[in-house]
């Protein structure tokens, strides 16, 4: 393995999940934190990380001087819309009413595939630029959305994991499918895309209200059928959604139950929200290897409630971080992050910017059972990474020069820091991004 390229910088990932409230004393971060100043991540020419080291790289090497930044893992998006950056900010609506207010019509420009082609890059070169370099993504209800998802993601060389959007009812005109198309269409994607580069497909039913149990029952046979498959949808969000779900299913025990008697929960399984779930659902979480996508500021913006995160933790289930955009009003998973914090104040927990950023890199990969690619710094991995400012104004500069200790540092930073922050962002070892400078 030959090394070509090197860059310098402050490397913080995680080895393992730290524990909850644990911020470490100082400058000794707690177990799992791998925390290792002004070094050189070292990549090799297939595009993966080599190795981590403190000496200068030998002659030849590409070198690329970022200290005093701050590098980390990629962030991973576990949930997030392609389609509804134009309905960012929308005013005024709790969930039922923001889909068919402003979601459900925005998505229906989407059944043009020159539309769904442009909204698709811009989407995924915002990730980007927000230091996302992997995603689970929902597009629409439309094959070509998929496809366009799929084929961005090829030429960017991203981690993405998608799949058309299952909804045969309760969705206006244009955005629903039937059973029968729906499934010509993901046996056909499947056959292009799965395992294709860096894509992997997901069946996506967008949630329980707007597929019929035919529909369901469907995605549990294509699950069956080839366990290398994920699955995506939202769960437990908001009290009428709840609630619509208990008239709709009043066979199923509980909400998460209609996904479970439908064969839909497994370890691929990555379910938006999970607000407004028992312990026996939780419990159920757990046995499947099913895990939540975390969504504070969806959650905040929409009002749909507070994640009970060491809940879940104790229940044994996993929680990832993700954006939610355009539910959630960031892309960037800092915003999340400290979203995420608020979240837990409110229920007097506290979360620690270790167990924040965890989920937003090395825990979310794990969650995904893609650690051996993503996630983290360790060598045979790929080589996708963000740079950042410690600071970017004479305010966040005061904070960090008088943070006492390294959790003090990186707390002030993932709780101040937003994409503006952005040096750079490598996929795969290449630089995909990098901030453009004033002139
Ligand atoms: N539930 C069903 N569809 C959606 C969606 O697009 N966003 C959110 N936040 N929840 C949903
Ligand atoms: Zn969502």
Not at 225 to 243: C, I, P
């Amino acid at each position: 393995m030959t090394v070509t390229t090197a860059i310098r910088a402050d490397l913080l990932d995680f080895t393992a999940a730290p524990a909850w409230g644990d911020t470490g004393k100082g400058s000794d971060a707690p177990s799992g934190v791998r925390w290792r100043p002004d070094h050189w991540l070292l990549l090799d020419a297939s595009g993966r990380i080599a190795g981590v080291q403190r000496e200068d790289p030998a002659p030849g090497i590409a070198r690329h001087d970022h200290r005093g930044r701050l590098l980390l893992p990629g962030f991973i998006d576990t949930h997030v819309h392609s389609p509804q950056v134009p309905v960012l900010a929308s005013y005024g609506t709790a969930l039922l009413d923001w889909l068919d207010t402003y979601t459900f019509p925005s998505e229906t420009a989407w059944a043009d595939e020159a539309v769904a082609q442009r909204g698709t890059a811009l989407f995924l070169d915002a990730l980007l630029a927000h230091g996302t370099t992997a995603a689970v993504v929902f597009p629409t209800v439309h094959k070509g959305s998929a496809e366009a998802l799929f084929a961005g993601a090829a030429a960017r060389g991203m981690r993405i994991i998608g799949g058309k959007v299952l909804m045969d009812r309760h969705a206006p005109d244009g955005l629903r499918d039937t059973v029968a198309s729906a499934e010509r269409d993901c046996v056909d994607l499947i056959q292009r895309w799965h395992g294709r580069g860096r894509c992997s497909y997901a069946l996506t039913v967008r949630f329980a209200p707007t597929s019929t149990p035919e529909q369901l029952a469907m995605a549990g046979a294509l699950c069956r059928a080839d366990a290398s498959l994920y699955l995506q949808t939202h769960v437990a969000e908001n009290h009428d959604e709840v609630r619509w779900v208990a008239e709709l299913f009043p066979q199923a025990r509980s909400y998460l139950a209609v996904y479970d008697d439908a064969g839909l929960l497994h370890p691929r399984s990555v379910l938006a929200h999970g607000i407004w779930l028992d312990a026996d659902d939780r419990a159920r979480l757990a046995t499947s290897g099913a895990h939540i996508a975390h969504c504070p500021t969806s959650n905040l913006f929409l009002g749909s409630g507070l994640y009970p995160w060491r809940t879940a933790l104790q229940a044994g289930h996993g929680t990832s971080l993700a954006s939610d955009v355009g539910g959630g009003t960031s892309m960037c998973l800092l915003r999340n992050a400290a979203a995420a914090y608020t979240v837990q104040a409110l229920q007097g927990e506290r979360l620690t910017a270790w167990c924040a950023l965890h989920a937003a890199t090395r825990g979310a990969a794990a969650a995904l059972q893609l650690g051996h690619e993503i996630g983290s710094l360790e060598p045979g991995c790929m080589a996708d990474f963000t740079l950042w400012d410690w600071s970017a104004g004479p305010l966040d500069t005061e904070r960090q020069r008088v943070a006492r200790g390294l959790h003090e540092q990186v707390f002030a930073w993932m709780t101040l820091a937003d994409e503006r922050h952005l040096a750079a962002t490598w996929v795969a070892g290449q630089a995909r991004y990098t901030r453009r400078t004033a002139a």
